[in-house]
C-alpha cells in the first residue's frame, strides 16, 4: 500500500517509500530503483509480518520465545492497526506508516523509529525509552503518560500532540524539535532545564 497525497509528495521528496500493508503479506515489497531505492527499506521480513498478523498475543509469544531475533519492518504500512501492548523493543520502524495506530502500552524501547509516521497515533503509556525518534512525525499523537527517557528527539514534530504526564528525563535533541505548536505539555515529568519555556514560546499549551 503506497502513500497518497501530502505523504506521498513528502515521500519522494526524501526518498522513503511505504513498500507492504501488514494485512497483506502476499504483497511484493517493491522499493523505487529509480529513486536509489528507500533510504530506509530493505525488505521487511514477510515472516515476521505473518507472526504480527496473527495478533499481538502471538507476536509478543514470539518475541518472548526468540529473544536473539532481531525484527525489521522498516517502511511497512502498520496505519490503523490494534498492536496494544505490542512487543517492538529495539525493532527496526525506519520510515513505517503508524498513523491512527493504536499503540497504547507498547514497548518501544530502543526501537528505531528514524522518519517514522505515527500522525494520530495512540501511545498512551507507551514506552520509547531510548528509542530513536529522528525526523519521526508524531503530529496529533496522544502520548499521555508515555515514558520517552533518553529518546532521540531531534528534528521530530510534535504539532497538536498531548504529552501530559509523559516522562521525558534526558531526552536528546529537544531544542531541535521541528514543531511543538500546540502540543499540551502539562504535567510533563522530569523535563530539562528551559524545556518548558522553550516549548511554550514555539507554541506548546498547557491544558488540564
Not at 27 to 44: E, H, R
Not at 128 to 155: E, H, K, P, Y
Not at 177 to 195: K, L, M, W, Y
Request: charged share 15%; proline share 1%; with cysteine.
Amino acid at each position: 500500500m503506497y502513500l497518497e497525497g501530502d505523504r506521498w509528495s513528502a515521500a519522494l521528496k526524501e526518498r522513503k517509500v511505504c513498500c507492504t500493508k501488514l494485512w497483506s503479506v502476499t504483497a511484493i515489497v517493491f522499493c523505487f530503483s529509480m529513486l536509489g531505492g528507500c533510504d530506509a527499506c530493505l525488505f521487511p521480513n514477510v515472516a515476521q509480518l505473518s507472526i504480527l498478523e496473527q495478533g499481538v498475543d502471538v507476536w509478543n509469544q514470539w518475541r518472548e520465545e526468540n529473544p536473539s531475533s532481531s525484527t525489521f519492518f522498516g517502511c511497512v504500512d502498520l496505519s490503523q492497526t490494534n498492536l496494544v501492548g505490542v512487543n517492538f523493543s529495539g525493532t527496526e520502524l525506519a520510515s513505517t506508516d503508524l498513523s491512527d495506530t493504536n499503540l497504547e502500552a507498547a514497548d518501544l524501547t530502543g526501537a528505531i523509529a528514524v522518519s517514522a509516521w505515527f500522525v494520530g497515533a495512540n501511545l498512551t503509556m507507551a514506552d520509547l525509552s531510548g528509542a530513536s525518534l529522528i525526523r519521526a512525525n508524531l503530529r496529533g499523537a496522544v502520548m499521555i503518560g508515555s515514558n520517552l527517557a533518553d529518546t532521540n528527539l531531534t528534528f521530530s514534530n510534535f504539532a497538536g500532540a498531548n504529552l501530559s504526564h509523559a516522562n521525558i528525563s534526558d531526552v536528546i535533541g529537544w531544542q531541535e524539535i521541528q514543531d511543538i505548536s500546540d502540543c499540551n505539555i502539562i504535567e510533563i515529568e522530569n523535563a530539562p532545564e528551559g524545556f518548558r519555556e522553550w516549548a511554550l514560546a514555539r507554541g506548546a499549551v498547557e491544558i488540564e
